[in-house]
């Protein structure tokens, strides 16, 4: 997203009048008016609500319990024996994967490093550890991840629940670097998996929604820890697509932020530098840039012609210069605050499909004059073999979409989710999508496999709420 | 190499940071009066955003931020830290802090006492 960058901090917006450049008016919101208001009031002294960073879910758990051993853990699974429970991490997914009525579990404190190996290159690291703790504490150890995603508030249980990834045609998501992993089922018993031993349930734990057990531990791969060079640098997106194939080849992270109504793109390139480079940035960056876009936007309009004229002038004019660097260590390069509230949708479709799906979403922006300034993600990572990731048995091109929390998101993502259908895309556990368990069932070739494994682990789908009862398919039956 | 017993350094290494945190305060509450899932959320969860520059979230007990945003009393404060306001998201992201934990630390993160600030308690 655009605010990683301070793309307009020398522009001229912050001096526009309210009447706007030109002369013009406002921009039509047209009928999006701030999203849904949620429910969840507080009340001091009365049941607390849980709710998600997005502020687009919540709920009111009837117990609440934060384990800090898997001995605690399995006892209090056992004797919470007969109701419905979720665990959850950061809150960080916009679908309603976490809220319940019945017991949340958090693993927050169930956190940190357990053991490393360096000369095996791997790190056993408890499941409720938060991603921007788990950098820089492999780091002491002189290791790190082969990647990271894009924002690291979230625990490593969570992350790997939903194939969270990052950028990088030859990288795999989070759940791909995991060789072993620890779930306490819900009947209170913990079982160790990996490719050797139930390696069925491994395939379907790496990316299992929470819906199979509690993620204590995890064995990850690591790699010797290294620095990375980032540079940002806005340029036109034909050019950038017309060059995408090289871009995947000869950058170790590729990634863009198309920007709607423009012809630009603010790209992403990122690799490797010697250990002995010096730590170098180059340009400010402003998490919050991105209202500032808005604000451009909004008081242009983004009426025939003059507005939209106006705006990709804005654009251009901003972008000129405005590259940066930033180099350190990889845990610290690759992830960014991202402070703005939003909602997301995100497929991924097959990596060779995706500059057509982004032509497409983009050509539909314009044409319907959709009032949206997010820019639009675009990423690669590679195929793996685990049974819900997005990447399963194909590699990978993720788009994603995003709204202001405070703008209605449902027009904008009903409008283009036909468009990621259209190319197969499957969609992020985590974020924002429509689908149901018939069309799951045809974008991944495992789904009745992992529905089969999760009935065997939790037949009294104690681990389900609505949102996965529907999700698949158990609608009606004993688990409804 | 293999290393053991990891968790436990890296969980000594978390609280001492947040017992300096604490201990840098001129604050009404001192680290003794946090319990350790207090002072675990405050070292590994709300510092990541209130002890750092740039995510414009106000520096822990840093008056001049934190007055403004106390303008509606403590309890507004408590409100906003459960159901979010702003850049700051709901509970802070926190999964397990109940309203007692929450209370604490906002008076932490704050540095403010109830006491010292106007007594609405609507938000």
């Given at each position: 997203?655009?605010?990683?960058?301070?793309?307009?901090?020398?522009?001229?917006?912050?001096?526009?009048?309210?009447?706007?450049?030109?002369?013009?008016?406002?921009?039509?919101?047209?009928?999006?008016?701030?999203?849904?208001?949620?429910?969840?009031?507080?009340?001091?002294?009365?049941?607390?609500?849980?709710?998600?960073?997005?502020?687009?879910?919540?709920?009111?758990?009837?117990?609440?319990?934060?384990?800090?051993?898997?001995?605690?853990?399995?006892?209090?699974?056992?004797?919470?024996?007969?109701?419905?429970?979720?665990?959850?991490?950061?809150?960080?997914?916009?679908?309603?994967?976490?809220?319940?009525?019945?017991?949340?579990?958090?693993?927050?404190?169930?956190?940190?490093?357990?053991?490393?190996?360096?000369?095996?290159?791997?790190?056993?690291?408890?499941?409720?550890?938060?991603?921007?703790?788990?950098?820089?504490?492999?780091?002491?150890?002189?290791?790190?991840?082969?990647?990271?995603?894009?924002?690291?508030?979230?625990?490593?249980?969570?992350?790997?629940?939903?194939?969270?990834?990052?950028?990088?045609?030859?990288?795999?998501?989070?759940?791909?670097?995991?060789?072993?992993?620890?779930?306490?089922?819900?009947?209170?018993?913990?079982?160790?998996?990996?490719?050797?031993?139930?390696?069925?349930?491994?395939?379907?734990?790496?990316?299992?929604?929470?819906?199979?057990?509690?993620?204590?531990?995890?064995?990850?791969?690591?790699?010797?820890?290294?620095?990375?060079?980032?540079?940002?640098?806005?340029?036109?997106?034909?050019?950038?697509?017309?060059?995408?194939?090289?871009?995947?080849?000869?950058?170790?992270?590729?990634?863009?932020?198309?920007?709607?109504?423009?012809?630009?793109?603010?790209?992403?390139?990122?690799?490797?530098?010697?250990?002995?480079?010096?730590?170098?940035?180059?340009?400010?960056?402003?998490?919050?840039?991105?209202?500032q876009i808005r604000e451009a936007y909004q008081k242009l309009g983004i009426l025939p012609l003059v507005g939209e004229y106006a705006y990709q002038k804005v654009i251009d004019f901003a972008a000129d210069g405005a590259e940066t660097l930033t180099s350190g260590p990889s845990y610290s390069v690759l992830t960014h605050d991202r402070v703005v509230p939003f909602r997301e949708m995100?497929?991924?479709?097959?990596?060779?499909?995706?500059?057509?799906?982004?032509?497409?979403?983009?050509?539909?922006?314009?044409?319907?004059?959709?009032?949206?300034?997010?820019?639009?993600?675009?990423?690669?990572?590679?195929?793996?073999?685990?049974?819900?990731?997005?990447?399963?048995?194909?590699?990978?091109?993720?788009?994603?979409?995003?709204?202001?929390?405070?703008?209605?998101?449902?027009?904008?993502?009903?409008?283009?989710?036909?468009?990621?259908?259209?190319?197969?895309?499957?969609?992020?556990?985590?974020?924002?999508?429509?689908?149901?368990?018939?069309?799951?069932?045809?974008?991944?070739?495992?789904?009745?496999?992992?529905?089969?494994?999760?009935?065997?682990?939790?037949?009294?789908?104690?681990?389900?709420n609505e949102h996965l009862t529907e999700l698949f398919g158990l609608t009606g039956n004993a688990h409804g | 190499m293999l290393v053991t017993s990891v968790y436990t350094q890296f969980f000594r290494y978390l609280t001492l940071l947040a017992a300096g945190l604490i201990g840098s305060f001129s604050a009404p509450v001192q680290a003794a009066e946090l319990t350790a899932r207090e002072?675990?959320?405050?070292?590994?969860?709300?510092?990541?955003?209130?002890?750092?520059?740039?995510?414009?979230?106000?520096?822990?007990?840093?008056?001049?931020?934190?007055?403004?945003?106390?303008?509606?009393?403590?309890?507004?404060?408590?409100?906003?830290?459960?159901?979010?306001?702003?850049?700051?998201?709901?509970?802070?992201?926190?999964?397990?802090?109940?309203?007692?934990?929450?209370?604490?630390?906002?008076?932490?993160?704050?540095?403010?006492?109830?006491?010292?600030?106007?007594?609405?308690?609507?938000?």
């Amino acid at each position: 997203m655009i605010n990683r960058r301070n793309l307009i901090k020398k522009s001229f917006i912050g001096s526009l009048g309210t009447g706007g450049l030109l002369g013009l008016s406002a921009c039509e919101k047209s009928s999006m008016g701030p999203a849904a208001p949620l429910s969840y009031e507080f009340t001091a002294g009365k049941p607390m609500p849980w709710i998600n960073w997005a502020k687009n879910q919540g709920c009111f758990p009837a117990k609440r319990i934060a384990p800090q051993s898997e001995d605690e853990l399995c006892e209090l699974l056992k004797a919470n024996h007969s109701s419905r429970m979720r665990p959850v991490g950061a809150g960080h997914s916009f679908s309603a994967i976490v809220p319940t009525e019945g017991t949340l579990i958090s693993t927050d404190l169930l956190n940190g490093i357990i053991s490393t190996d360096s000369q095996a290159n791997t790190a056993r690291v408890w499941g409720g550890t938060r991603l921007h703790q788990l950098g820089p504490a492999l780091d002491s150890y002189g290791l790190a991840l082969t990647n990271w995603p894009d924002i690291n508030y979230q625990t490593l249980a969570g992350a790997i629940s939903t194939s969270t990834h990052g950028s990088g045609a030859a990288l795999g998501s989070l759940s791909s670097m995991v060789n072993e992993l620890t779930i306490a089922t819900p009947a209170g018993e913990l079982i160790t998996c990996s490719a050797s031993t139930r390696p069925e349930l491994f395939n379907a734990a790496r990316c299992g929604l929470g819906a199979l057990g509690i993620i204590t531990q995890v064995n990850l791969d690591t790699t010797a820890a290294f620095n990375l060079a980032q540079t940002t640098a806005v340029e036109p997106l034909a050019d950038v697509l017309n060059n995408i194939d090289q871009e995947k080849e000869r950058n170790r992270h590729f990634e863009f932020l198309a920007f709607p109504h423009t012809s630009q793109a603010l790209v992403v390139r990122t690799n490797p530098i010697d250990a002995a480079a010096p730590i170098t940035t180059f340009g400010e960056e402003d998490p919050t840039a991105i209202y500032q876009i808005r604000e451009a936007y909004q008081k242009l309009g983004i009426l025939p012609l003059v507005g939209e004229y106006a705006y990709q002038k804005v654009i251009d004019f901003a972008a000129d210069g405005a590259e940066t660097l930033t180099s350190g260590p990889s845990y610290s390069v690759l992830t960014h605050d991202r402070v703005v509230p939003f909602r997301e949708m995100e497929y991924t479709v097959p990596a060779d499909a995706g500059p057509a799906c982004l032509e497409e979403i983009l050509s539909r922006i314009a044409r319907k004059k959709i009032p949206v300034i997010f820019p639009i993600e675009y990423r690669y990572t590679q195929q793996d073999n685990i049974w819900l990731s997005m990447f399963c048995e194909q590699a990978g091109c993720s788009i994603s979409i995003h709204q202001f929390a405070d703008e209605d998101y449902r027009e904008y993502f009903a409008e283009i989710e036909p468009i990621f259908r259209k190319y197969a895309g499957r969609p992020h556990w985590g974020k924002l999508h429509t689908l149901g368990s018939q069309a799951l069932s045809e974008l991944y070739p495992h789904w009745a496999d992992f529905l089969a494994v999760r009935n065997s682990i939790d037949p009294a789908g104690r681990l389900l709420n609505e949102h996965l009862t529907e999700l698949f398919g158990l609608t009606g039956n004993a688990h409804g | 190499m293999l290393v053991t017993s990891v968790y436990t350094q890296f969980f000594r290494y978390l609280t001492l940071l947040a017992a300096g945190l604490i201990g840098s305060f001129s604050a009404p509450v001192q680290a003794a009066e946090l319990t350790a899932r207090e002072a675990y959320a405050l070292g590994q969860i709300c510092s990541y955003c209130h002890a750092r520059t740039g995510t414009t979230a106000p520096i822990i007990a840093d008056t001049q931020q934190w007055q403004r945003r106390a303008e509606n009393g403590f309890e507004a404060l408590v409100h906003n830290t459960v159901v979010g306001i702003g850049n700051m998201p709901p509970l802070g992201t926190c999964g397990y802090c109940t309203e007692t934990e929450i209370r604490n630390l906002v008076k932490v993160i704050s540095g403010l006492t109830p006491e010292a600030l106007p007594q609405n308690s609507t938000p």
